[in-house]
């Protein structure tokens, strides 16, 4: 099956610094690979996403990137906010109907 | 409208106890998981049902088990609750229909305490 190693597993960045996380992945059939934010007593929600035919993509302050060869992924994150501060998951999928998903990063922005 | 809904949000109960957390989802997908979080975050899949096909995480034990009524619907049963099982559960469901990977929908989670 899938396997997907999150690092770093915390992260602590001061307000307006640049955030980097970053993913690897074992399934050469994944082809769709998302990224989520949990907040606090809430459920992750998405906040982007890049399939296996795209190398990068950007959403106004964070973009991913994907490394099909190397089976790398990565979460950029810019002018970092106080409300980033959440934690953020990896995931990938397509081999099979169950996404898998790294073991999360913490990211703390100081004000 | 909540998209995917679970009920409780909250659930305290003594050890021995069998208890069911209930999910909902109204956005027509055709797959459903459950997850559970442990206290360092980590989302372990526990079950994935499709189209009648129900996939297990084999390092579940057999005293979880996920019933479901209708599509819109994957319920999960505990029996004989154990102190270890205390965590957040989270539903979600996706439309895996497609060849291409499309994004999960979660829950709000389940803060299950056993005492």
């Known amino acids: 099956g899938e396997n997907v190693e999150q690092h770093p597993s915390t992260l602590s960045v001061q307000e307006g610094d640049s955030a980097v996380i970053k993913c690897t992945y074992s399934d050469s059939a994944s082809n769709y690979f998302p990224w989520y934010k949990q907040e606090l007593g809430k459920g992750p929600q998405l906040i982007i996403d890049?399939?296996?035919?795209?190398g990068e993509k950007k959403d106004q302050r964070i973009a991913v990137t994907l490394n099909k060869t190397a089976k790398h992924f990565s979460l950029h994150i810019t002018e970092t906010q106080p409300e980033d501060s959440a934690v953020y998951f990896c995931a990938a999928s397509g081999g099979s109907y169950i996404p898998t998903f790294g073991r999360g990063t913490s990211l703390i922005v100081h004000p | 409208d909540t998209a995917v809904s679970q009920t409780p949000k909250y659930l305290v109960t003594q050890m021995g106890n069998d208890k069911s957390i209930k999910c909902e989802q109204n956005?027509?997908?055709?797959?459903m998981y459950w997850y559970k979080q442990d206290s360092k975050k980590f989302l372990k899949i526990m079950f994935s049902y499709n189209n009648k096909e129900l996939i297990i995480n084999e390092t579940v034990p057999n005293r979880f088990s996920p019933k479901s009524p209708d599509k819109a619907h994957l319920n999960l049963h505990i029996n004989s609750l154990e102190l270890g099982d205390s965590a957040v559960y989270f539903c979600?469901?996706?439309?895996?229909?497609?060849?291409?990977?499309?994004?999960?929908?979660f829950g709000q989670g389940t803060r299950l305490t056993v005492v």
């Open positions: 979600a469901s996706r439309d895996a229909g497609t060849s291409a990977g499309t994004e999960a929908f």
């Open positions: 956005l027509g997908h055709d797959t």
């Open positions: 890049i399939r296996s035919n795209v």
